[in-house]
């Protein structure tokens, strides 16, 4: 019974939690993802603007 009550709560809260593991598991393949696309952007940007910014 407990068990019932405690999956009939859970439903509104299963789509945040869901949402929040599918974003723990996506966050490194985003931060990878910036990183390279930063690196190549700012090697550009560096051929564009010899100086650097300090």
Avoid: C, Q, R
């Amino acid at each position: 019974m407990f068990l019932i009550l405690f999956i009939v709560l859970m439903i509104p809260i299963s789509p945040l939690i869901l949402v929040w593991i599918i974003g723990k598991i996506i966050e490194p393949v985003i931060e990878l993802y910036n990183d390279v696309v930063w690196a190549s952007f700012n090697t550009l940007h560096n051929k564009i603007n010899p100086y650097k910014e300090n």
